[in-house]
């Protein structure tokens, strides 16, 4: 038996693998293709989720926040907040800015009205209902 590893191995190496890998490409995006209509919940897409999604980004709140990771590392996830603290505290937390809670991070205030703040919460509560395969794990963000 020959110990060399000749150029055809080789070949074969390079070309087996391409194939592999390709079929495994075809594979994953027929997956994906078939798993994505299941996680679309954009029925869920009301002129209220729509406005707040605005005023979220008027407001620039990702300035300081992350929305399922993507953001500033400044001030807490906002993904999942609907689920964490629902939306009367929300709403109150936001009216009731800044604490000034010695050696906290501030959090400015925003004068919104009680509508921008529903729609706000509208927004918020649409977040957190998009399937993120369970991220982030922790409830707290
Ligand atoms: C200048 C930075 C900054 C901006 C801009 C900002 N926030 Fe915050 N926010 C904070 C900080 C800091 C905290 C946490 C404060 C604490 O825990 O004492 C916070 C906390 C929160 C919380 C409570 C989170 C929790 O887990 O209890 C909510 C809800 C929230 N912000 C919503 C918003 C919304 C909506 C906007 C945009 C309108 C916004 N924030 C813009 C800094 C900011």
Wanted: with cysteine; proline share 6%.
């Amino acid at each position: 038996m020959s110990t060399t590893f000749t150029k055809s191995m080789a070949r074969n190496i390079f070309y087996g693998g391409s194939v592999f890998f390709f079929l495994l490409f075809i594979a994953l995006t027929v997956d994906t293709t078939y798993a994505l209509p299941k996680r679309d919940n954009s029925q869920n897409l009301t002129p209220s989720v729509e406005r707040g999604k605005k005023i979220w980004e008027t407001n620039n709140c990702i300035g300081c926040h992350t929305l399922m990771g993507e953001g500033a590392y400044f001030a807490p996830e906002l993904g999942n907040v609907y689920t964490r603290r629902g939306p009367e505290f929300i709403k109150a937390w936001i009216k009731m800015q800044p604490t000034g809670a010695p050696g906290r991070r501030q959090m400015p205030q925003f004068h919104l009205s009680e509508a921008e703040l529903d729609d706000l919460v509208a927004f918020l509560k649409y977040a957190s209902e998009i399937n993120t395969s369970k991220w982030p794990p922790n409830i707290e963000g």
